[in-house]
């Protein structure tokens, strides 16, 4: 009995030998521009913004590059009820990267990302669920666009300009 557990176990080990993990490069794991950016952004301004952003880009230790991101909206009334009153609103939010290599003083990085979610609104006047529940879908809209330009970028040669 022993022989046969400790010939399961050798067996068990050998035959994971050739395992090989996703994240073995440290590549997939690093923003290339975390502590090496200088970032400002334009157009919409979302309140928390500004909080997200030291999150993906750290502080600007060493001013490599110059990140520029315009912030559109676009809100699209989905459904309208017989009183006129928009019963289901869908936003559009326009993300537009631009990447500045500042030794170079070149663009190597220009992109544009969309991010939707929509809204049921409950009442034309102020609604504390709605307000709550629209900030909260800007969130994560906001989440969702800076980890989709940061795993873009990560397979980038940023160092040359385009």
């Known amino acids: 009995m022993k ?33 090496k950016t200088e970032v400002s952004t334009s157009g919409l301004d979302i309140n928390f ?23 559109e909206q676009n809100k699209i009334k989905r459904s309208i009820e017989t009183n006129q009153a928009t019963s289901k609103l869908k936003y559009e939010l326009k993300f537009i990267y631009t990447l500045v290599l500042n030794e170079k003083n ?32 800007y969130q994560l809209a906001i989440t969702e666009n800076l980890n989709r330009f940061v795993s873009i970028i990560t397979d980038r040669d940023l160092n040359s300009c385009s």
């Open 106 to 137: 070149c663009i190597t990085f220009d992109k544009e990302l969309v991010s939707h979610f929509s809204i049921i609104p409950k009442s034309s006047g102020y609604n504390y669920g709605t307000d709550s529940s629209l900030e909260k879908k």
């Open 3 to 35: 022989r046969l557990f400790f010939v399961t176990i050798f067996v068990f080990i050998i035959s994971c030998g050739e395992i090989d993990f996703i994240y073995k490069e440290d590549k997939n794991l690093i923003n290339p521009l975390y502590e």
């Open 49 to 71: 913004m500004n909080s997200y952003l030291p999150m993906f880009f750290g502080k600007n230790k060493q001013n490599y590059f110059s990140l520029s991101i315009e912030i």
